[in-house]
């Protein structure tokens, strides 16, 4: 009787736990719809200030705003434009960093895998996942100047030159019919004089828009990008394409302001730094002008492939741009794209912060290929002078306390680096004790890939890679071996890996991964396909000899200004990585308190210090948009780094050393290969000679995947993506046997 009483008992204290956790995931499943529909509305919003401003309904709401505003005594007329323009992008950040969170700790429990026969889910359910999948992963411009354009892509693009247009309509059709209305006094401007006045404008007008766009994508960690599922590699090319837009705007204006000063005989106009009664000086605008074309003309793709260096180094430029630009138009107008400055602002400070290491502990080797293995701590910084994008190769489900990188020898810095490590490996029976090639120690940021396993959802995967652009495949497989050793239900069940290389030593890159090692039932639930395509082999180097070797580099990388030494020093920086996904809460924080100490930074300068061009007593306008400077970097650098020492203690003693054991990675030059289960090399079908025949390969997924969603992973050169995004064109709208979702994975900047 009393063990009946106790199982009833302990059923119903089960059914409570229950419950409570039901009623806990209702709750934040509630919230984040909230979220996101908050979010939704912000970002509407803001656009529809936007498209508002240039009508009357947008100026009577402005006046509205500017005396609410300039009521406060605090604040001035001059933070109009931040409430209006600044803070829904802020808020937006902020919404969804929130909804990060609590997607992180609350995922959904149904499963992320597309399942066209699942008979559980509505049709309407299939059809709609079905839909918005194909939204993102459809390709439907393939060949065009921007590259291969899926749906979301034409609307975004769609949706900013919507704006820009409409935006310069409402103001171009009164502006024109007021000066066609209007009586031509003699002497003074003729009517395409003043058309041609207010068409510069009207472009300068135009320009904040663009550039508050502008800097959303390049932040590293930007929570809006996150919020859409856009990894950084894919942000990259919005940040051109709203460069390329911006630039145009702007040497538009300038050009239509310069023929204006020419036909009125005023050409030292362009070069004064006098402010006019609307709080517009030209000279800052010239040099912030000449500094974006320079940054526009090296980051053109010509130059930006062979002279790498060059595009980095004159993209640091944007410091000048920003500030001439601020002192161009005045610290109210900066309100205007403030919103996506001042998260980028922020984002750059954490990262750093985050950079304020090197690190040491570095392994390399150099494999038959010529490619160059690094193995680095896992904590990660930035290099202060070159920043070179690299893929990983390693998962983050194995155990392993260091992250694989392949470097394929291209430029100067690469080879450089496999140069240095050949000698190195040559030369190492000289002495016991290694120097270490690198001119500076290794720094490392990131990783910005895509925050979801998104290649989860489909249970069939084609990865398609050329050269090099295995490395993210690599880490793919490492993840789904892990998955499947972990009897992972929604691991995806049948790959297969298409792989065009030059040369056959470059399937040495596949040597290290032995399926059978990470998970020995493999083969029950997991089809694995490898076919590699060799289309000539013409190597120029034979590296084969150094295969087997691998340097190790602990205390000799170190600096003489280094206060660690010895043989156990192992250095990586602080374990506080502020700007990844793991950090949401920190990141609100952040910016909370930055935005808080700006404006109360803006609000003491405003109330205190006089800045008022018509008193005598007053400060130039310049000197006001300096204190604008100052407010911005004291919110951010004191005000947000002070909430970042306090939310984590351990940064002040983030120097802390590693001992040999915990960082550094054992050498191992003699291995007993035979032993080893056999390696994805081993399992590889290779072809010699033609390129694959790509139509004949998505035919027999077509009919082999047929009813199922299927997700190709494309890495590798342009011709390639464009190639696969064809094929998974046509095969979707040609026979509709199988749904090919389309994912490029490759970095180009």
């Given at each position: 009787?009393?063990?009946?009483?106790?199982?009833?008992?302990?059923?119903?204290?089960d059914?409570?736990?229950?419950?409570?956790e039901?009623?806990?995931?209702k709750?934040?499943?509630?919230?984040?719809?909230?979220?996101?529909?908050?979010?939704?509305?912000?970002?509407?919003?803001?656009?529809?200030?936007?498209?508002?401003?240039?009508?009357?309904?947008?100026?009577?709401?402005?006046?509205?705003?500017?005396?609410?505003?300039?009521?406060?005594?605090?604040?001035?007329?001059?933070?109009?434009?931040?409430?209006?323009?600044?803070?829904?992008?802020?808020?937006?950040?902020?919404?969804?960093?929130?909804y990060?969170?609590?997607t992180?700790?609350?995922?959904?429990?149904?499963?992320?895998?597309?399942?066209?026969?699942?008979?559980?889910?509505?049709?309407?359910?299939?059809?709609?996942?079905?839909?918005?999948r194909?939204?993102?992963?459809?390709?439907?411009?393939?060949?065009?100047?921007?590259?291969?354009?899926?749906?979301?892509?034409?609307?975004?693009?769609?949706?900013?030159?919507?704006?820009v247009?409409?935006?310069?309509?409402?103001?171009?059709?009164?502006?024109?019919?007021s000066?066609?209305?209007?009586?031509?006094?003699?002497?003074?401007?003729?009517?395409?004089?003043?058309?041609?006045d207010?068409?510069?404008?009207?472009?300068?007008?135009?320009?904040?828009f663009?550039?508050?766009?502008?800097?959303?994508?390049?932040?590293?960690?930007?929570?809006?990008?996150?919020?859409?599922?856009?990894?950084?590699?894919?942000?990259?090319?919005?940040?051109?394409?709203?460069?390329?837009?911006?630039?145009?705007?702007?040497?538009?204006?300038?050009?239509?302001?310069?023929?204006?000063?020419?036909?009125?005989?005023?050409?030292?106009?362009?070069?004064?730094?006098?402010?006019?009664q609307?709080?517009?000086?030209?000279?800052?605008?010239?040099?912030?002008?000449?500094?974006?074309?320079?940054m526009?003309?090296?980051?053109?793709?010509?130059?930006?492939?062979?002279?790498?260096?060059?595009?980095?180094?004159?993209?640091?430029?944007y410091?000048?741009?920003?500030?001439?630009?601020?002192?161009?138009?005045?610290?109210?107008?900066?309100?205007?794209?403030?919103?996506?400055?001042?998260?980028?602002?922020?984002?750059?400070f954490?990262?750093?912060?985050?950079?304020?290491?090197?690190?040491?502990?570095?392994?390399?080797?150099?494999?038959?290929?010529?490619?160059?293995?690094?193995?680095?701590?896992?904590?990660?910084?930035?290099?202060?002078?070159?920043?070179?994008?690299?893929?990983?190769?390693?998962?983050?489900?194995?155990?392993s306390?260091?992250?694989?990188?392949?470097?394929?020898?291209?430029?100067?810095?690469?080879?450089?680096?496999?140069?240095?490590?050949?000698?190195?490996?040559?030369?190492?029976?000289?002495?016991?004790?290694?120097?270490?090639?690198?001119?500076?120690?290794?720094?490392?940021?990131?990783?910005?890939?895509?925050?979801s396993?998104?290649?989860?959802?489909?249970?069939?995967?084609?990865?398609?890679?050329?050269?090099?652009g295995?490395?993210?495949?690599?880490?793919?497989?490492?993840?789904?071996?892990?998955?499947?050793?972990?009897?992972?239900?929604?691991?995806?069940?049948?790959?297969?890996?298409?792989?065009?290389?030059?040369?056959?030593?470059?399937?040495?890159?596949?040597?290290?991964?032995?399926?059978?090692?990470?998970c020995?039932?493999?083969?029950?639930?997991?089809?694995?396909?490898?076919?590699?395509?060799?289309?000539?082999?013409?190597?120029?180097?034979d590296?084969?000899?150094?295969?087997?070797?691998?340097?190790?580099?602990?205390?000799?990388?170190?600096?003489?200004?280094?206060?660690?030494?010895?043989?156990?020093?192992?250095?990586?920086?602080?374990?506080?990585?502020?700007?990844?996904?793991?950090?949401?809460?920190?990141?609100?924080?952040?910016?909370?308190?930055?935005?808080?100490?700006?404006?109360?930074?803006?609000?003491?300068?405003?109330?205190?210090?006089?800045?008022?061009?018509?008193?005598?007593?007053?400060?130039?306008?310049?000197?006001?948009?300096?204190?604008?400077?100052l407010?911005?970097?004291?919110?951010?650098?004191?005000?947000?780094?002070?909430?970042?020492?306090?939310?984590?203690?351990?940064?002040?003693?983030?120097?802390?050393?590693?001992?040999?054991?915990?960082?550094?990675?054992?050498?191992?030059?003699?291995?007993?290969?035979?032993?080893?289960?056999?390696?994805?090399?081993?399992m590889?079908?290779?072809?010699?000679?033609?390129?694959?025949?790509?139509?004949?390969?998505?035919?027999?997924?077509?009919?082999?995947?047929?009813g199922?969603?299927?997700?190709?992973?494309?890495?590798?050169?342009?011709?390639?993506?464009?190639?696969?995004?064809?094929?998974?064109?046509?095969?979707?709208?040609?026979?509709?046997?199988?749904?090919?979702?389309?994912?490029?994975?490759?970095?180009?900047?």
């Amino acid at each position: 009787m009393m063990s009946s009483r106790l199982v009833k008992l302990l059923h119903f204290d089960d059914s409570l736990g229950r419950n409570h956790e039901d009623d806990v995931m209702k709750l934040a499943r509630g919230c984040k719809s909230c979220l996101k529909v908050a979010s939704w509305a912000v970002a509407l919003w803001w656009l529809t200030v936007w498209l508002l401003y240039p009508t009357n309904v947008g100026n009577v709401f402005k006046e509205d705003v500017s005396i609410q505003v300039g009521n406060s005594g605090f604040f001035g007329t001059s933070a109009t434009y931040y409430v209006m323009y600044t803070c829904p992008v802020i808020a937006l950040a902020i919404f969804a960093l929130l909804y990060l969170e609590l997607t992180k700790r609350f995922p959904d429990t149904k499963a992320c895998r597309e399942e066209t026969d699942d008979r559980k889910s509505s049709q309407l359910q299939r059809v709609w996942v079905t839909f918005a999948r194909c939204v993102w992963t459809q390709p439907l411009v393939v060949r065009s100047p921007l590259g291969i354009l899926t749906a979301i892509d034409l609307l975004g693009i769609g949706l900013v030159l919507f704006v820009v247009v409409c935006f310069t309509t409402n103001l171009t059709v009164p502006w024109f019919d007021s000066i066609n209305h209007g009586e031509e006094i003699p002497g003074l401007e003729k009517r395409w004089q003043a058309k041609l006045d207010k068409s510069g404008e009207l472009f300068g007008k135009v320009i904040p828009f663009a550039m508050t766009l502008l800097f959303v994508p390049i932040t590293r960690g930007s929570p809006i990008m996150r919020l859409i599922h856009v990894p950084f590699e894919h942000a990259v090319r919005y940040h051109r394409w709203l460069g390329h837009l911006t630039m145009v705007l702007i040497a538009t204006h300038g050009v239509l302001y310069s023929i204006y000063y020419y036909s009125r005989h005023e050409m030292h106009m362009v070069v004064e730094w006098r402010y006019s009664q609307e709080g517009i000086a030209n000279l800052p605008g010239v040099i912030a002008a000449m500094a974006g074309i320079l940054m526009w003309v090296t980051a053109l793709a010509p130059v930006r492939n062979r002279l790498f260096n060059l595009f980095h180094g004159t993209h640091q430029l944007y410091i000048v741009l920003f500030a001439f630009y601020a002192w161009h138009v005045g610290k109210g107008n900066m309100g205007k794209c403030m919103g996506g400055v001042f998260l980028f602002f922020i984002d750059r400070f954490l990262r750093m912060l985050q950079s304020r290491r090197r690190l040491t502990g570095v392994s390399a080797r150099v494999l038959p290929s010529g490619i160059v293995e690094l193995k680095i701590p896992i904590k990660q910084g930035i290099s202060r002078l070159e920043w070179h994008p690299f893929s990983a190769a390693s998962s983050s489900l194995n155990a392993s306390s260091t992250i694989s990188v392949y470097v394929k020898p291209l430029g100067d810095w690469t080879c450089s680096l496999q140069a240095a490590i050949v000698e190195n490996l040559a030369t190492r029976s000289l002495g016991p004790k290694l120097e270490c090639p690198f001119p500076l120690k290794l720094h490392a940021e990131g990783p910005y890939g895509q925050e979801s396993n998104y290649f989860l959802r489909y249970k069939n995967l084609m990865l398609v890679a050329g050269g090099a652009g295995i490395t993210p495949f690599l880490a793919i497989l490492n993840d789904l071996l892990k998955r499947h050793q972990l009897k992972q239900q929604e691991a995806p069940v049948c790959v297969q890996v298409i792989w065009c290389v030059r040369s056959i030593s470059e399937l040495s890159t596949l040597r290290d991964i032995r399926p059978a090692q990470i998970c020995p039932s493999f083969t029950d639930g997991l089809t694995l396909e490898l076919e590699v395509f060799v289309t000539r082999d013409d190597a120029k180097n034979d590296f084969t000899q150094f295969n087997s070797k691998k340097l190790e580099f602990g205390d000799t990388c170190t600096d003489k200004q280094d206060a660690c030494k010895g043989d156990s020093c192992v250095k990586t920086i602080s374990c506080l990585t502020p700007i990844t996904s793991s950090q949401n809460l920190l990141m609100v924080a952040i910016v909370l308190a930055s935005v808080a100490g700006f404006i109360l930074m803006s609000g003491l300068f405003n109330h205190y210090v006089n800045t008022s061009r018509t008193s005598a007593q007053g400060l130039p306008m310049a000197l006001d948009v300096f204190l604008f400077f100052l407010s911005t970097g004291v919110g951010i650098v004191v005000f947000g780094g002070g909430v970042l020492l306090l939310w984590n203690p351990a940064w002040n003693s983030s120097r802390t050393n590693l001992t040999a054991d915990d960082g550094r990675m054992d050498i191992k030059l003699n291995m007993d290969v035979e032993a080893q289960p056999a390696t994805l090399m081993d399992m590889c079908t290779i072809t010699k000679g033609p390129r694959p025949q790509f139509q004949e390969i998505f035919e027999n997924a077509a009919t082999r995947y047929r009813g199922e969603g299927t997700g190709v992973l494309v890495c590798g050169p342009n011709g390639l993506r464009e190639s696969v995004a064809l094929q998974c064109r046509a095969q979707n709208f040609k026979h509709r046997r199988a749904q090919f979702h389309f994912h490029s994975v490759s970095f180009d900047l």
